[in-house]
């Protein structure tokens, strides 16, 4: 498809069927194409852990467990705002009540709320989950370099035929996670990744989040405003 395609129509999927499983021939394939994607000095800062099978299946169980019970886990890194503002805040929920609102979820329900979320620690039933780690000694360009080629897996995975959902949800939980996948203390989770095909006729699917016009975030400077 052409890349205009592919980033326009990428959005986070949110039910996928697990009776087609994805080879690992085909994630090779993502992996390498993502590879490409840039970084300073070409340091290519990431590292991927691909769970499926029972590794999978061990990761779901005890993170979900883990939220079902109540434990809120313990984030290693502040990945949203400490202090919310606008329009931040407004642009979060409405992402929130939107997808609630398509799953009949209304404001109150925290059962089904948690419900939901609680979906995230079973990767929306997609039969493959990457985890995307990076060395602790990195700087937070490193962390750009990782950002840019998640974007690239996803992208190349749209490729395949394939959808994904970033999941930034895991990191609650980066001791079960890294404990199950075998990641060394030396590394950091980032996020993790539901990968796989969506499901046919899911509704959840249907969601798709607004974006702000180019010229809300864009700045056009013709002349200098200032200097010495």
Request: charged residues 20%; glycine residues 12%; contains cysteine.
């Amino acid at each position: 498809m052409h890349v205009n395609d592919a980033i326009v129509g990428r959005q986070s999927i949110r039910a996928f069927d697990r009776s087609r499983g994805v080879s690992r021939a085909v994630i090779d394939r993502i992996l390498k194409v993502a590879s490409r994607a840039p970084s300073g000095s070409n340091i290519q800062p990431w590292h991927v852990w691909v769970a499926s099978g029972d590794a999978r299946d061990a990761i779901a169980n005890a993170c979900h467990a883990r939220h079902m019970a109540g434990d809120a886990g313990e984030w290693e890194y502040h990945y949203y705002p400490v202090n919310w503002r606008e329009p931040y805040l407004a642009r979060r929920r409405a992402t929130g009540w939107g997808l609630y609102g398509l799953l009949g979820i209304e404001r109150g329900d925290k059962a089904g709320m948690k419900h939901q979320h609680g979906r995230n620690y079973l990767f929306f039933d997609a039969p493959v989950g990457l985890f995307f780690t990076i060395d602790r000694d990195m700087e937070l360009g490193g962390w750009l370099d990782c950002g840019m080629f998640i974007q690239s897996v996803m992208l190349a995975a749209r490729g395949e035929g394939l959808e994904t959902c970033p999941q930034a949800a895991f990191c609650a939980y980066h001791d079960t996670v890294t404990s199950l996948l075998g990641v060394p203390e030396t590394q950091q989770l980032i996020c993790g990744m539901s990968l796989g095909y969506p499901l046919d006729g899911a509704e959840v699917n249907g969601f798709r989040t607004s974006r702000e016009p180019v010229e809300r975030f864009t700045v056009f400077v013709d002349q200098p405003v200032g200097g010495r």
